[in-house]
């Protein structure tokens, strides 16, 4: 049974920084392209960062110098580090997992397999 499981989520105020990791069970977490995914209340799903089988990494614009993604496969463990959060990256934020790879994988959520139940990070002014 595949699992994602997020946590680390938050309300900080803006500056502030937080840590989201996802636990994954259930697949060969290492041949998977692995991301982080956003969505706001009355917005569409935004690809926040994404991270290849390779280790290679890609940002959505607003959070390039801001979120790193990284990834500890002994542990199967995705993570987000988010500094200099803003009030606009308030949103329930959720990591999947696809073995879909290749050019600009974050740019399609639909071929993502797995998906966690998400974390709530709320940024406050």
């Known amino acids: 049974q595949v699992q994602l499981v997020e946590s680390g989520g938050g309300s900080v105020q803006a500056g502030g920084s937080l840590r989201l990791s996802c636990a994954a069970s259930?697949?060969?977490?290492?041949?998977?392209?692995m991301g982080w995914f956003r969505q706001a209340p009355g917005k569409e799903r935004e690809g926040v960062a994404g991270?290849?089988?390779?280790?290679?990494?890609s940002y959505a614009n607003s959070v390039k110098g801001r979120f790193t993604i990284s990834k500890d496969n002994a542990k199967n463990t995705l993570y987000l580090q988010m500094n200099s959060l803003k009030p606009e990256d308030t949103a329930m934020y959720s990591c999947?997992?696809?073995?879909?790879?290749?050019?600009?994988?974050?740019?399609?959520?639909?071929?993502?397999?797995?998906w966690g139940q998400g974390t709530q990070v709320s940024v406050s002014s």
């Open positions: 259930g697949y060969t977490y290492r041949s998977y392209c």
């Open positions: 999947a997992a696809t073995n879909v790879c290749g050019s600009k994988f974050l740019s399609r959520p639909w071929s993502f397999a797995y």
């Open positions: 991270i290849g089988s390779d280790g290679s990494t």
